[in-house]
């Protein structure tokens, strides 16, 4: 599906402080989770760090001045060679405008920003029944079934 010619993704910078917080609560809102995207925000100096660090990427689609759309990425330097490894974190659009081509504008837009970095490729984690996720992305890349663990730090 063509993405909506009216939704434009662009990468975020340490100047788009506003943008980043329309996209947390974009992402509140579509993960039905407000509390974890809004109530503990980190101030202006911690996110315009985190936008400017060569490690993190952030794409937000606007319709107009609004975010319909979003993602976040980390940039994972490798070790056993000089590339590195995209990890999608989060990705979502907005309700009201779902099935219109905005997340594989998207990751297209995240996969122009990787090659800029150094990587190699874009990796991704879908969650068993989300059907829609591993559609998008069966149709984007190669599937591998893995296992997560999450290891606590106390």
């Known amino acids: 599906m063509a993405a909506d010619t009216d939704i434009v993704p662009r990468a975020l910078g340490p100047s788009d402080l506003a943008a980043m917080r329309d996209l947390l609560r974009m992402f509140g809102r579509a993960f039905d989770d407000m509390a974890t995207y809004t109530q503990a925000q980190p101030d202006d100096a911690y996110l315009a760090g985190l936008l400017g660090r060569d490690t993190f990427i952030a794409v937000a689609a606007f319709e107009d001045d609004t975010v319909v759309g979003g993602l976040a990425a980390y940039v994972l330097p490798k070790f056993e060679q000089a590339r ?17 081509g905005i997340a594989t504008a998207l990751i297209a837009e995240l996969r122009r920003v990787a090659a800029t970095r150094g990587a190699w490729v874009v990796f991704v984690q879908a969650d068993y029944g989300d059907d829609p996720a591993v559609a998008l992305y069966t149709g984007l890349g190669t599937r591998e079934d893995v296992m997560h663990f999450d290891i606590r730090i106390d």
């Open 84 to 100: 590195s490894e995209v990890y999608l974190y989060d990705l979502a659009v907005a309700e009201t405008h779902r099935r219109r």
